[in-house]
């Protein structure tokens, strides 16, 4: 162990024993911390959000994060079946280059958010924000309702809280295109610090049942047709392959445009992550496919919280890449209590997680003194001159 991650247990360990026992008053807390860089991360989303509308709301987030001592950023890119950046592959499939949104025309969002991010520090990671997911009236619906799986007995809506969403088929050539093509412009055209995937970026386990699917599992299955029951093991198993194959074109993509960039994923923990959605990301990971780790333990109690950083699937991730814990600081009208949040924020820091990434940034609203008590500056020539 190195002399500055002494430093950064030893430190961080005592200072936060302190706060969350209250022993400390909130005028003798730290205002540095002496750590490697910790990652500290908040995804930009135009869902209940208008920070990504105009250049002067981007810049003003981008400011007030800075200020805040954040220094990473996932703005979405990916959402409603639509790029939120001006793309020629989406434009060839879709038939719009850039999602509707008035606020997104006539302008690069994605250009202006790396060269003001980058100006301030930040790292900028593209967020492929809805994966395979699209509302009902998405025009690559109308436009190619053959991509849309089902269930075995022909129904395809899926329901995202209140929500209706229909699920591009993520085996069907022309779909995996799309993405690959897209993921591929976003790399070439941007200098940015990797792309990310999230918990969208899977199958419903109930679906599958589409010709093109089943098709495709009898002709590789010695004419066996997909079981009834869509729990079935092997049935699973051959649908997250099947995935992963797509992970592995994704990864050869990136890697032949610019080496040095990666893939980063958000998904949910493991056992939810597999069983309900077929994201078998434990072994994207094992594979070296993915070089960051962000899970969301979206979690209300402190208890079940710290159960999902104590994982081994997640323990044995942490010997590999940099894994961080994305952490819920509320819906646009529903924040989580503070004291939650800080509570969470210690059970990753005790256990030498490589930092978090907060949920979203229109959640922090109001929230700027808490933040700055949470992210304190980092001392960063103390950490090289350690080195």
Do not use: C
Not at 89 to 112: F, N, S, W
Not at 154 to 164: D, F, L, S, W, Y
Not at 196 to 211: C, M, N, R
């Amino acid at each position: 162990m190195s002399f500055v991650r002494v430093v950064r247990s030893g430190f961080v360990a005592f200072i936060g024993l302190l706060l969350f026992l209250g022993y400390l008053p909130a005028q003798a807390q730290p205002t540095a911390v002496t750590a490697d860089i910790e990652m500290r991360g908040v995804w930009l989303t135009n869902v209940d959000s208008d920070v990504l509308f105009t250049q002067q709301n981007l810049t003003n987030a981008l400011e007030r994060l800075t200020r805040l001592n954040f220094n990473t950023v996932y703005p979405t890119v990916w959402n409603g079946g639509y790029t939120l950046f001006p793309s020629a592959a989406a434009e060839r499939v879709i038939g719009r280059a850039v999602h509707p949104e008035p606020g997104l025309q006539r302008r690069d969002m994605l250009a202006e958010t790396v060269a003001q991010g980058h100006a301030r520090g930040l790292r900028v990671i593209p967020w492929f924000e809805s994966g395979f997911m699209l509302p009902l009236d998405s025009e690559l619906v109308r436009r190619h309702p053959h991509w849309i799986t089902e269930r075995r007995d022909g129904t395809r809506i899926v329901m995202e809280g209140r929500h209706q969403r229909l699920w591009l088929n993520p085996l069907q050539p022309e779909v995996q295109q799309l993405l690959i093509d897209t993921i591929s412009e976003t790399v070439t055209k941007y200098n940015i610090d990797g792309i990310q995937l999230d918990d969208h970026f899977g199958l419903p386990v109930e679906l599958g049942y589409d010709t093109y699917t089943t098709q495709l599992y009898w002709k590789e299955n010695q004419g066996q047709y997909p079981p009834n029951n869509p729990r079935d093991p092997k049935w699973m198993r051959w649908r997250a392959n099947k995935l992963t194959d797509l992970v592995v074109r994704i990864f050869n993509a990136i890697k032949a445009r610019k080496q040095n960039l990666g893939i980063s994923i958000a998904p949910n923990p493991y056992p939810i992550a597999y069983r309900d959605s077929l994201q078998d990301w434990r072994n994207w990971e094992r594979r070296g496919l993915v070089n960051e780790l962000v899970l969301q333990v979206y979690r209300g109690d402190i208890k079940t919280f710290v159960t999902e950083l104590e994982r081994p699937e997640v323990i044995d991730a942490r010997s590999h890449i940099p894994v961080g814990i994305g952490i819920l600081q509320g819906l646009k009208n529903n924040p989580i209590p503070l004291d939650v949040v800080q509570k969470q924020v210690w059970a990753v820091r005790q256990r030498g997680f490589s930092g978090m990434s907060f949920f979203f940034y229109e959640s922090l609203a109001g929230r700027d003194a808490a933040i700055q008590t949470i992210f304190p500056p980092i001392i960063k020539q103390f950490v090289e001159a350690a080195r």
